[in-house]
Structure formats: structure tokens, C-alpha cells
């Protein structure tokens, strides 16, 4: 009986000790954590430095300033992707023909558009991530100028919210611009021309602010 006294009092002793609040917390640090809790650490310390990152504002001139006819770059990650990536002195554009992410006059986004999106969201996550990036929708010039700005407003709307929902890109540096017909890449006389003027490109700034 004694000896089952001891052990209860030994018993609540530690659990005691368990519960005060003043005892210190082993391996608070990155140094003293064990291997999985050292990437629970890391990983929430690179979320908590993002989310605090500091978004640089570039201003409207920037964004006027967009050449879209800037070098092509041929690089291997998106090689056979049909994601066109031009590459200016502060910017990348990652542009893609409207018939990869849409159905004719439609803004809802197809699976295969979605495949395209996670790679262009793969190439935005290894650049600076206080770059703003602009989704500009581009349109032929077929219907009317209202009806063209709409449509291009509603798609350059959807590959945001699917960067922002599904790319995990910070909704802090994505912006649109509907561009309708006023930037063709080719004339509007022919199908071709007209089929290279229908696209959506995001503009990611790349330089160091």
C-alpha cells in the first residue's frame, strides 16, 4: 500500500510539472527541433516572410510601357507547353493563345488551361515575390469594343482568381487589365491575325526592388 502511495504522489508530481505554466519549452529553435518539426518550422517561416513581403508598386507607366513584341525565350521548363514567354529588361510575359484556357466566348477556365496556368505559376514562384504581376486579356476585333473589353475584363479576371485560389500566389500583387482589341499582335483581316490578337498574358515584374 505504501509503495502505491509513493508511485500516485510521484504520479502527480510530474503532472504538475507538465502543467506549469512558468516551465520552459525544449526545442523552440530551429537548431534544437527535430527533422520534421525543422521543416514545419521552416515551412511556416517562409509563408509568415511572404505574406510580409513588402509589394513594390511600379506604377501606371510601367504597365503602359509593356513592349509585347519583346524577345521570345526559349526556356526548357516550358518547352512544348504552348506558353509563349517573352522577356523584357524588368518583366517577363507569359502569354497563351485563348483557345488553351477558354471555350469560344466563354471565361470559365478548361482543365487543359488549368495544366497551363500551374506551369506559368511555377515559373512566377522562382522569381522575386514582391514583383507585381498584371493579367492583361487581349481580344480581336470582331464584335464591338464594349462587348471586346468585357470579355477580355471577364478572362483576365479568371486566370487571377485561379493564380490567387489554385497557383498560391499572393493575391496582393495580382491586378488585371482588359485590354480588348486595342493591342493586336496581328491584323484583324484574317483568321490567323485575329486568332494571335485572342490571348491572355501575365506580366510578371522581375527586378529587384
Not at 84 to 95: C, H, K, L, V
Request: hydrophobic share 35%.
Amino acid at each position: 500500500m505504501k509503495k502505491h502511495m509513493i508511485l500516485m504522489i510521484l504520479g502527480v508530481g510530474a503532472m504538475s510539472a507538465c502543467n506549469d505554466p512558468k516551465g520552459t519549452v525544449e526545442n523552440d529553435s530551429l537548431s534544437d527541433a527535430t527533422a520534421d518539426t525543422a521543416v514545419m518550422y521552416e515551412d511556416e517561416r517562409g509563408r509568415v516572410e511572404a505574406e510580409g513581403a513588402e509589394i513594390k508598386d511600379v506604377g501606371e507607366d510601367f504597365w503602359a510601357g509593356i513592349d509585347w513584341d519583346a524577345p521570345v525565350v526559349d526556356d526548357p521548363e516550358l518547352r512544348g507547353s504552348e506558353v509563349e514567354m517573352r522577356s523584357g529588361n524588368d518583366y517577363n510575359i507569359y502569354a497563351m493563345d485563348d483557345r488553351l484556357l477558354f471555350d469560344t466566348d466563354k471565361a470559365q477556365i478548361r482543365a487543359e488551361g488549368e495544366e497551363k496556368l500551374q506551369e506559368i505559376a511555377n515559373k512566377i514562384k522562382d522569381l522575386p515575390q514582391n514583383g507585381q504581376i498584371r493579367v492583361f486579356g487581349h481580344a480581336d476585333a470582331r464584335a464591338s469594343n464594349e462587348y471586346n473589353e468585357e470579355l477580355s475584363a471577364e478572362r483576365a479576371n479568371a486566370v487571377k482568381d485561379w493564380l490567387q485560389n489554385k497557383g498560391d500566389i499572393d493575391a496582393r500583387r495580382l491586378s488585371v487589365e482588359a485590354m480588348g482589341e486595342t493591342a493586336p499582335r496581328a491584323t484583324n483581316e484574317t483568321a490567323k491575325g485575329r486568332q494571335l490578337n485572342r490571348r491572355v498574358a501575365v506580366v510578371v515584374v522581375t527586378r529587384e526592388q
